[in-house]
């Protein structure tokens, strides 16, 4: 197991980068803690695999370092990184049984029968391979060839890492479930440094300890999930957890009150002098309807998902939507929608706005 560091780390896929633009991953420092369960999540195109390749390997950075612990591997091929890497389609052996794909990675590392036989045994039951243990690779289904693959990546315990790059498209909906709780339990078990990376919100959420959130070529926020929720670093996390994602209205901020389009929202903290796109985030789980109170609303729509309705609103011709417990009633007299003033987050031109520092109580009172 090992500590994984990025060090001033960028990449271009050309050969002379001109602007930020022609880098698939801007410039990134950000150490991987040992033994953390990380996931790497972002919309397709991001720049997920370019920053695991980097550390696999596969992918030489244009720009830094890589260090496994305090060694600079930045110019070590994969095989001398000790790592295991699943992709998202399966590296099979055809020609091989099940029970020698997973042994293979052990056999390179030479270790004796007895403990091969014992560990493949072991990652067979975890993948739900026994039966098929002694068919050729071949004649199996993509979604079985993957799981081979997934059992490969784990059947070693001695690896610095576990990278996962979508290990799980492939694979039957109800078996995802499966194989993602046992890549869990793995981690319990051995506390393996693993990052996985995911477009997928859920995966990402019930995954990790860690989620590292990238939107074009930059890691815009590293948080536990509830950080993630609660503090979106970024629009776009704000935008891409949550379902639905949270509410964006470009505001004027006057110490602690926002100006939309002319209404005033009292908010939790105050603020000092902004410049640029400035607007307020709120989640629709801290938005409530209201007949006397708050922006005035036109509802659209309510979907009913069964913990709760969605309610689709419109505050000065924006779409908003509004998490409504079951039960409330959304007659014609809810027209204004509030806000919980603590749960709302400033940005300006997309960056999360630290409020400015709470003055103190007076002396001898708690804080
Ligand atoms: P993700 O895994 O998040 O979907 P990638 O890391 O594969 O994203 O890609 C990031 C960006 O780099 C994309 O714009 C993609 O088109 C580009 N890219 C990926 N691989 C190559 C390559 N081998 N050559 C040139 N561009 C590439
Ligand atoms: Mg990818």
């Known amino acids: 197991m090992a500590k994984i560091t990025l060090d001033n780390l960028a990449h271009s896929y050309l050969p002379h980068p001109k602007s930020e633009d022609d880098f698939a991953l801007k410039e990134l420092n950000h150490v991987w803690a040992d033994g953390e369960a990380y996931a790497l999540l972002g919309a397709s195109g991001c720049g997920k695999s370019t920053l695991l390749n980097i550390i696999s390997g596969l992918l030489r950075p244009s720009q830094g370092r890589v260090l496994f612990d305090d060694r600079d591997v ?7 990184r ?17 029970r020698d794909n997973l042994a293979f990675p052990l056999r390179n590392r030479g270790r004796d029968e007895a403990y091969v036989a014992a560990r493949v045994q072991e990652i067979a039951k975890m993948i739900g391979m026994e039966a098929e243990l002694d068919q050729k690779a071949r004649g199996l289904t993509a979604d079985a060839k993957q799981k081979i693959s997934l059992g490969r990546g784990m059947v070693r315990k001695d690896v610095n890492a576990l990278l996962f790059d979508e290990p799980l498209t492939v694979i039957d909906p109800h078996m995802k479930w499966a194989l993602r709780t046992q890549l869990k339990s793995l981690h319990h078990q051995f506390g393996h440094t693993m990052i996985y990376v995911t477009h997928d919100q859920t995966e990402a959420l019930t995954f990790a300890d860690k989620v590292v959130v990238m939107h074009d070529g930059r ?14 670093a970024h629009t776009f996390v704000g935008y891409f957890i949550g379902s639905p994602g949270m509410n964006l209205l470009p505001a004027r901020i006057e110490g602690d009150i926002a100006h939309v389009e002319g209404a005033a929202v009292p908010l939790g903290h105050g603020y000092g002098a902004l410049s640029g796109k400035v607007e307020i ?19 659209r729509r309510v979907e009913d998902v069964g913990r709760h309705k969605i309610v689709r609103a419109e505050v000065f011709g924006r779409e908003i939507n509004i998490i409504a417990p079951e039960g409330e009633g959304i007659g014609p007299d809810k027209t204004r929608v509030s806000f919980d003033p603590d749960r709302i987050n400033v940005y300006a031109d997309d960056w999360l706005v630290p409020p400015m520092a709470q003055r103190s109580g007076p002396v001898g009172e708690a804080a």
Do not use: C, K
Request: hydrophobic share 45%; no cysteine.
């Open 74 to 80: 930045t110019d070590a091929p994969t095989a001398a």
């Open 82 to 98: 000790n790592i295991a890497q699943v992709f998202q389609f399966p590296v099979v052996y055809d020609t091989m049984t099940v």
């Open 219 to 232: 890691v815009v926020q590293i948080g536990t999930p509830q950080e993630l929720f609660e503090r979106p």
């Open 281 to 299: 985030g709120v989640r629709p789980e801290f938005a409530r309807l209201s007949a006397d109170e708050g922006l005035p609303m036109t509802i």
